[in-house]
């Protein structure tokens, strides 16, 4: 199975920071690439896909980008609505994998 | 994006079965695959698996290959997740996610259901 290691697990960051979390996949993976926000007792909500695709409706201060087998999430300007866990997900290959997560919390 | 609406939360004892449902809006099921992934109480994500909507091709995550079935019903454009031999364990939020994909691509990003509690509990 392929591996989905983020970077930082957790992250404290103020309002207007700009933020970037790093998801390495163990192989190549080529641009199947996802990330999904989900808020405590919420469905996760899809905001990229094909590793920088923004998913309809998703602000733009979101966005994806790779090198190699890393990709980043960025966000560039924090909101408060952006608190949340985010998680990284390859799908170019069965089983589908996904990060183990990234808290971002307000400091 | 599109809606998914799932069944309701589940209680069932060590040893059963639960079925879990997942309507869609039944538009364009050619184009649709439905993925099931999971959370535990506290936990990340875990794929279970993905059936396509109108023809019921499925891939099962290994882990829960023999213990997993989903099928689709398109006559009202509902997906099932039936699971069995429930264990303690299996306890979790279950969600359904659709995708459209066209040449082998997505159009957009994954639409989720509310997800659905299934406790395993005697």
């Known amino acids: 199975d392929i591996q989905m290691t983020q970077s930082p697990s957790s992250l404290s960051a103020s309002v207007g920071d700009r933020v970037t979390i790093t998801c390495r996949a163990s192989q190549d993976i080529g641009n199947y690439l996802a990330w999904f926000q989900q808020k405590p007792g919420k469905a996760p909500r899809s905001l990229i896909y094909?590793?920088?695709s923004l998913q309809s409706g998703v602000p733009s201060r979101f966005g994806g980008a790779q090198s190699g087998t890393d990709f980043t999430l960025t966000i560039s300007s924090l909101q408060p609505e952006d608190f949340a866990i985010y998680y990284c997900?390859?799908?170019?290959?069965?089983?589908?994998?996904f990060g183990q997560g990234t808290r971002v919390e307000i400091k | 994006q599109l809606q998914l609406e799932q069944s309701g939360a589940e209680v069932q004892k060590p040893g059963a079965s639960v079925k879990v449902s997942c309507k869609t809006a039944g538009n364009n099921l050619i184009n649709s695959y439905i993925h099931w992934v999971r959370q535990a109480p506290g936990q990340g994500l875990e794929w279970m698996g993905i059936?396509?909507?109108?023809?019921?091709?499925?891939a099962y995550a290994r882990r829960f290959r023999g213990r997993v079935t989903m099928t689709t019903d398109t006559s009202t454009g509902t997906v099932y997740m039936d699971l069995s031999s429930l264990g303690s364990e299996d306890t979790a939020v279950y969600f359904c996610?659709?995708?459209?994909?066209?040449?082998?691509?997505?159009?957009?990003?994954?639409?989720w259901g509310q997800g659905t509690l299934v406790t395993v509990s005697s």
């Open positions: 094909a590793t920088s």
């Open positions: 996610a659709l995708v459209e994909v066209v040449g082998g691509n997505p159009t957009d990003g994954w639409s």
């Open positions: 997900q390859q799908y170019n290959t069965y089983p589908l994998t």
């Open positions: 059936i396509n909507a109108s023809g019921g091709r499925t």
